[in-house]
C-alpha cells in the first residue's frame, strides 16, 4: 500500500469529470493548476485522491484557510494506489485540533484485511530467522542512503513475502 499525505498545494475541486478513475465528487472549491498536474500524475501512476471521495460537510473537508479567514481551501491531500481503494474508510479534516497552524489536521482512516499467522513466531527457529532477516532489512535500507521509489518497493515487496511466508 502506497500513501501520499501532506499539504500537496494543489485544489482539485469537485468536478470530477473525465477524472472519474482518479477522484471522487466530493471535494472542494475548483480546480487549480496544481491540482491538474496533481491529477495527471495520479492518473499517471494509478492513484486516487482520497479526500475527494467521502461526502463530509465541507467544514470537514477545508484544510487550509487563509489570512482573511473567509477563503477556504482542501489542499492536504491524501492520495492511495487505486488497488487498495477498498482499504481507505475514511478521509476528514478536523477544525478543533490545536496543532499551531493555518491548516487542520487530517486524519485518515485504512483498513487493512491482510492476516499473518503470528503463531509461526512461536517457534524460536523461526522467530530466530525473522529477527534477523528484519534486523538485515532495515541494515541494508541504511546502508543504501539513494534509493529509488522503485527499489524501496522491489525491499518492501520482498520484506512483505517473506514476513507473510515465515
Not at 8 to 34: F, P, Q, W, Y
Not at 78 to 95: E, F
Not at 96 to 118: N, Q, Y
Request: glycine residues 8%; hydrophobic residues 35%.
Amino acid at each position: 500500500m502506497l500513501l501520499i499525505i501532506g499539504d500537496l498545494n494543489a485544489k482539485v475541486g469537485s468536478d470530477n469529470t473525465c477524472r472519474e478513475h482518479v477522484m471522487g465528487k466530493h471535494g472542494i472549491g475548483t480546480i487549480n493548476d496544481n491540482g491538474e498536474r496533481l491529477a495527471d500524475f495520479c492518473e499517471e501512476n494509478n492513484l486516487l485522491i482520497g479526500g475527494t471521495l467521502f461526502p463530509h460537510k465541507d467544514i470537514h473537508k477545508a484544510t487550509w484557510t487563509s489570512p482573511d479567514g473567509i477563503t477556504k481551501n482542501q489542499i492536504d491531500l491524501v492520495i492511495i494506489n487505486r488497488r487498495w481503494r477498498s482499504s481507505l474508510q475514511d478521509v476528514r479534516a478536523y477544525r478543533g485540533a490545536d496543532i499551531a497552524s493555518d491548516h487542520t489536521l487530517v486524519t485518515v482512516a485504512v483498513s487493512l484485511k491482510e492476516r499473518v499467522d503470528s503463531g509461526k513466531l512461536k517457534d524460536q527457529v523461526t522467530k530466530r530467522a525473522f529477527a534477523m532477516e528484519v534486523k538485515n532489512r532495515f541494515q541494508t535500507l541504511g546502508d543504501q542512503q539513494d534509493m529509488t521509489l522503485d527499489d524501496f518497493n522491489r525491499v518492501s515487496q520482498e520484506t512483505g513475502e517473506k514476513i507473510l511466508g515465515c
